[in-house]
C-alpha cells in the first residue's frame, strides 16, 4: 500500500505585498532625502527649530520607527497563526512605542508653542 503525502510548495510568484513593498522603499528613501534631510545635515536651516529639543525627539522618533517596523507584522495573519506569543508581545511593544512617540510629540509641540521660537507654527495652529 503507497501512501503520498501532500506537501505544501510554494511557487516563487511576485505577489502583491512583495510589489507593495519595493514601491515603499524608493518612496521611503525620497521623502527622507528631501523632507528629513536636515537630520542627517545640521548646516540645513530647519535644524535650528529643532536644536532646543533635539534630546526630546530622539524618543520620539525611536517609538515611531518602533511602531513602523513593528505595524506591518500586526496584520500579517500567517505571523500571527505560527507565532502567536510573539504576536501578542509585538502589539504591547506597539502599543507602547505608538503612546511614546505621541506625548512626546505633543510636549514638543507645547514646547514650541510657549517659547514662541516659530511663528509660523504658532499660526499654522491657528493659535495666535
Known amino acids: 500500500m503507497a501512501s503520498s503525502s501532500a506537501v505544501a510548495v510554494r511557487s516563487k ?68 497563526q505560527r507565532h502567536l506569543r510573539i504576536h501578542r508581545i509585538m502589539g504591547r511593544v506597539y502599543l507602547a512605542s505608538v503612546a511614546v512617540a505621541a506625548i512626546f510629540a505633543l510636549y514638543i509641540s507645547a514646547i514650541h508653542q510657549k517659547q514662541m521660537q516659530d511663528r509660523e507654527w504658532v499660526f499654522a495652529l491657528d493659535i495666535a
Open 13 to 80: 510568484q511576485l505577489r502583491l505585498r512583495h510589489v507593495l513593498f519595493a514601491a515603499l522603499l524608493p518612496m521611503f528613501l525620497f521623502v527622507l532625502w528631501h523632507d528629513e534631510r536636515f537630520v542627517f545635515i545640521h548646516s540645513d536651516q530647519k535644524w535650528a527649530y529643532y536644536v532646543p529639543v533635539r534630546w526630546l525627539v530622539l524618543p520620539h522618533v525611536l517609538g515611531g520607527m518602533i511602531a513602523l517596523l513593528i505595524g506591518p507584522f500586526q496584520f500579517s495573519s500567517r505571523f500571527r
